[in-house]
């Protein structure tokens, strides 16, 4: 075989090598950034279910409480003066009734504040990994190799983030006004 012969082979074997690893490449960067996604996106339904089940037990404690503080005052009353309650026209004791402690809605209000805050930064994660990944494999050449094996393949929906009704229709309408709390 002739040196210019050898030279071509060698060029053609190095040329398509370099493609192949090129093409494995892509496929598995565009692999792994997708099941990153699909991963991102399960950890983000987790933590929207755990938080939203905390702050659901939590607000079943001043049911509860409630309850107590109820059947605690019925039971000192009718101790204190029968099942009939006071019955003189003027009973001059001083009454010291069961108070509602405030700081178990300051701990509701810190969790759910807390809950909220952890799960933006979740989205914005996910919401990260998706511009990566959408910007890898809209890249020369990527986009040649990736469109040519038909990434992407995961639910690209997953890359929209969780909102609220009001700020799809503030988005939409292009305004916003001050929030309505009750």
Excluded at 56 to 67: R, S
Aim: glycine share 6%.
């Amino acid at each position: 075989m002739s040196k210019g012969l050898m030279v071509v082979v060698v060029v053609l074997v190095l040329g398509a090598a370099s493609c192949f690893l090129t093409i494995m490449g892509v496929s598995n960067s565009c692999i792994s950034q997708e099941n990153g996604i699909d991963y991102q996106y399960d950890t983000n339904k987790s933590a929207l279910a755990g938080y939203a089940n905390r702050i659901l037990d939590m607000v079943q404690v001043p049911k509860m409480a409630k309850d107590q503080i109820l059947e605690i005052t019925k039971a000192a009353i009718q101790g204190r003066y029968g099942e009939k309650g006071a019955q003189a026209v003027f009973v001059a004791i001083r009454e010291q009734n069961p108070t509602v402690d405030a700081s178990l809605y300051r701990t509701l209000m810190q969790s759910m504040e807390a809950g909220r805050t952890s799960f933006d930064a979740d989205q914005k994660q996910l919401l990260d990994k998706c511009r990566a990944y959408k910007t890898y494999y809209q890249q020369f050449p990527n986009s040649l190799v990736a469109g040519m094996m038909g990434y992407p393949k995961f639910d690209q929906t997953k890359c929209t983030p969780v909102t609220t009704e009001q700020t799809e229709t503030d988005f939409k309408n292009k305004r916003t006004g001050p929030l309505q709390i009750q």
